[in-house]
C-alpha cells in the first residue's frame, strides 16, 4: 500500500497537522522539524493525495487547454505561451485536443470540469459551446484564444484576421498578381471567415472583379487539403487559373507548396504562396514560406494572464485584438509582370 500522511507523521515523530503544514505552508515549520518530515516523505516514497485535496478546496491545481488541432504546431506554440505563465504560479496545464469537432470539445469540457480546473483556456469550434456558459456560471473561468468574444463579460485574445487577409491579398496584387486563390474557404471558423473577407475586400478594390478570386474549400485546414487544393488549381485551363493563393494556415500552404513542386510547377516564378500563422516550418520549407504572423506564444501568455486575473477582485474583462504582420520571404518574391512571359504555361 502506498504510504499515507499518517505514515510519514508516525516515521518522523510528528502529528498529522505537522506534515500538511510542510506539505502547504512550510514556512510555518521550524527548519529543524521541517526537514525531519522531508526524510520520512523521501525514506517512504510519500506521494500526496491531490484528489482528496481537491475535494477539500473545492478546485485542482490546473487549467485546462482546448485547441482545435494539435497536430498543428501554431498550437503548440500557443500552449508555451501559457505554460510561461502558469507553470510560476504553481500551476499545470491539461491539454485537450477537439480535432474541429464539437462533441468532442463538449465531452472534454465535462472532464474538465470533473476533474475542477481553476479555469479554461479554449480556441472554439465554429460555435460556441453551451458547456462554456455552464462552467462560468460554476465560477470556473473561461477565456478563449484566438477568438474574438460575442459579448463583453468575458475575456478572449484574438488577432484582427480581416487585416491578416488584407495584408496577404495586397501583397500578391503588388506583385502583378491579377487571379488569385484563397484556400480554406468553407471553414465555418470566424477566424478564416475573417481572412477570407480580408482577402475578398483586397480583390475587389484592386480589381472590382469577383471573377479574380477563386475560392477552394478543402475538407480539412491540413497539408493533405492544401495538396488537395492545388492539384485542382493545376488541372483548371490556363485561362482561368490562377496565379497565386493566400492559404488559411500554413499546414495549407505546405500542402500547396509540396502538390505544386511534384506537379513541375515552380514556386515562385510560375505560382506565389502565402500562407497565414507563420509556424516554424514557413520558414524552413524547401521554398521558404511568406506568411502572415501571429503572435504565437504571446496569445497563450496574455490569455493565461487574463484566466490567473479572472480570481482577483474588481476584475475587469478585456479583449485583447493584436495586429498581424506579413513576412515575406521566396514564395512570393517574383513580381508577375516580370514573368508574365511564362503565365499559364504550367
Known amino acids: 500500500m502506498p504510504a499515507s500522511i499518517r505514515d510519514v507523521a508516525e516515521h518522523a515523530g510528528v502529528s498529522v497537522g505537522t506534515v500538511s503544514n510542510v506539505l502547504n505552508r512550510p514556512e510555518v515549520v521550524s527548519g529543524p522539524t521541517r526537514e525531519r518530515v522531508l526524510s520520512a516523505i523521501t525514506a517512504l516514497g510519500f506521494v500526496r493525495n491531490e484528489s482528496a485535496r481537491q475535494l477539500r ?11 482545435l488541432d494539435i497536430a498543428n504546431p501554431f498550437f503548440t506554440d500557443v500552449a508555451r505561451g501559457v505554460d510561461d505563465v502558469v507553470d510560476p504560479a504553481g500551476l499545470a496545464v491539461i491539454l485537450c485536443n477537439s480535432d ?26 465554429a460555435e460556441l459551446s453551451p458547456h462554456l456558459d455552464s462552467l462560468r456560471r460554476r465560477g470556473v473561468p473561461v477565456v478563449l484564444v484566438d477568438r474574438r468574444a460575442p459579448t463583453a463579460d468575458q475575456c478572449a485574445v484574438a488577432v484582427d484576421d480581416v487585416l491578416g487577409g488584407r495584408l496577404a491579398a495586397e501583397h500578391l496584387l503588388e506583385r ?14 470566424p477566424q478564416v471567415q475573417e481572412r477570407h473577407a ?29 495538396r488537395e487544393a492545388a492539384a485542382r488549381i493545376v488541372g483548371l485551363p490556363a ?4 496565379t497565386a493563393a493566400v492559404c488559411a494556415n500554413d499546414l495549407l500552404a505546405l500542402g500547396v507548396l509540396q502538390e505544386m513542386v511534384r506537379q513541375g510547377v515552380r514556386v515562385p516564378e510560375d505560382f506565389a504562396i502565402v500562407g497565414y500563422d507563420d509556424i516554424d516550418f514557413a520558414a524552413a520549407a524547401a521554398v ?7 503572435p504565437r506564444q504571446e496569445l497563450g501568455r496574455r490569455a ?6 479572472e480570481s482577483q477582485e474588481g476584475h475587469r474583462h478585456e479583449q485583447l485584438v493584436f495586429d498581424p504582420e506579413l513576412v515575406v520571404r521566396e514564395s512570393s518574391m517574383v513580381r508577375r509582370d516580370a514573368a508574365a512571359g511564362r503565365e499559364g504555361t504550367a
Not at 474541429?100 to 469550434?125: N, Y
Not at 472583379?209 to 493533405?224: F, G, I, K, N, R
Open 176 to 189: 502583378g498578381h491579377r487571379r488569385i486563390a484563397f484556400i480554406g474557404g468553407a471553414s465555418g471558423l
Open 100 to 125: 474541429d469537432r464539437p462533441e468532442k470539445e463538449a465531452a472534454h469540457l465535462d472532464v474538465l470540469a470533473e476533474q475542477r480546473v481553476q479555469g479554461v483556456l479554449i480556441t472554439p469550434t
Open 198 to 226: 480580408g482577402v475578398v475586400a483586397a480583390v475587389r478594390e484592386a480589381s472590382g472583379d469577383d471573377d479574380a478570386l477563386l475560392v477552394l474549400s478543402p475538407e480539412h485546414l491540413t497539408v493533405d487539403g492544401g
Open 239 to 242: 485561362a482561368r487559373r490562377p
Open 288 to 294: 521558404p514560406l511568406t506568411s502572415v504572423r501571429k
Open 304 to 309: 493565461a494572464e487574463l484566466l490567473l486575473a
Open 57 to 67: 478546496a473545492g478546485h485542482s491545481r490546473t487549467i485546462g487547454l482546448v485547441v
